[in-house]
């Protein structure tokens, strides 16, 4: 069973009577891809900054491969940290920036230029060595703050929104080749962002975060799938929430009353009649249907409506529909070789199955 290589218990960080990090813990296994994404000031970079030994925790305890080092200093740690700036040396050629941590620790010249011809292999810049920083485009440079920090073998590498300044394209290739570099080298990566598609692309485990609080821990398509709160169904991904009362709790269904309409949802423990809740969808799991007889006969959920609006983004549309009582639904469906199935004032049903949805506590 993998050991946990991070381990923070009871944390805390207050900066005077702001509260940054509120009691958060966490194992982190080796090996892991794990990704701290919440909304800015949620408390992500501080606590990476405590794992990195940047900052020093108000109360709590940080262990690395189960020593405690919440008083370690960083240079002690066997972590590497890349930041969204890339802080290269501009006198100093692509090598020479490689090799400044493994210099400072005098390591041979014969490992050390072999270790740096490696690892530009390894972030696919090779015969890049001879040259200056002020030559590279966003994407080598990132690249190359990631070798410098990747040649050291850190035990864990920790990444602050190291993506952040690049273009959106480049942003995405690069998500894919940090995902393909993490498998390679299997080293522990614990990533920092505030976008949720960076996440779900890379991360083994996402941990959720708001408020200086952990919301929850799971792999993109638990978190996505089961949202275990409002704040959880909104930040990953898109969803229709739908605010009632629950009217009925029977073994393998719950109905939910909303503004007089009665929706079917799948059970979930803790919630009790009369409770408000909030029934979520995503938009892709919600159909459209021309006609009342189009609806398969198992469908629980669906109800009539009418297209306020249709957007064309390629090979999806984006319906807003306006139910019966005043509900506006997201419903996202694929288009038909490029064409709008449904157009503004066309009325029509929408519909989804009842695993399709969640419940949550308002």
Not at 48 to 71: H, K, N
Not at 235 to 247: D, K, Y
Request: charged share 20%.
């Amino acid at each position: 069973m993998p050991k946990a290589i991070v381990k923070l218990e009871n944390l805390d960080k207050h900066f005077g009577d702001v509260i940054a990090v509120d009691n958060i813990n966490l194992e982190i296994e080796e090996g892991e891809f794990v990704t701290l994404l919440g909304p800015s000031g949620c408390g992500k970079t501080t606590t990476l900054r405590m794992i990195a030994g940047l900052e020093m925790p108000t109360s709590g305890s940080v262990y690395l491969e189960g020593q405690d080092v919440t008083y370690t200093s960083p240079e002690k740690r066997p972590v590497n940290m890349v930041f969204q700036a890339y802080a290269l040396f501009p006198h100093m050629t692509i090598a020479e920036n490689i090799a400044f941590g493994p210099m400072i620790k005098k390591w041979s010249r014969e490992q050390i230029e072999q270790d740096v011809e490696d690892i530009l292999r390894l972030v696919q810049l090779e015969g890049f060595g001879p040259r200056k920083s002020n030559q590279l485009s966003g994407g080598q440079a990132q690249r190359v703050a990631l070798a410098r920090a990747l040649i050291n073998g850190p035990k864990v590498l920790l990444l602050d929104e190291p993506l952040g300044a690049l273009d959106l394209k480049l942003r995405k290739a690069m998500q894919l080749e940090l995902r393909s570099i993490h498998e390679r080298v299997g080293m522990t990566f614990v990533y920092v962002t505030h976008d949720q598609e960076e996440a779900m692309v890379m991360s083994d485990r996402i941990v959720l975060m708001n408020d200086g609080q952990i919301v929850q821990i799971g792999s993109p398509t638990e978190i996505y799938n089961h949202p275990a709160s409002e704040f959880a169904s909104r930040f990953i991904g898109e969803a229709n929430l739908l605010n009632g009362e629950i009217r009925a709790i029977e073994a393998d269904h719950t109905q939910v009353e909303v503004d007089g309409l009665v929706l079917y949802t799948p059970t979930r423990d803790g919630l009790s009649i009369g409770q408000e809740a909030i029934v979520s969808i995503r938009p892709e799991r919600a159909s459209l249907f021309a006609s009342e007889g189009d609806i398969p006969q198992a469908l629980r959920n669906a109800f009539p409506g009418r297209v306020e609006s249709a957007i064309f983004i390629g090979p999806v549309a984006r319906y807003h529909i306006r139910l019966e009582n005043d509900q506006l639904l997201i419903v996202d469906q694929a288009t038909m070789d490029g064409v709008l199935s449904y157009h503004v004032d066309d009325q029509l049903y929408v519909g989804w199955d009842v695993t399709s949805n969640v419940i949550l506590a308002a």
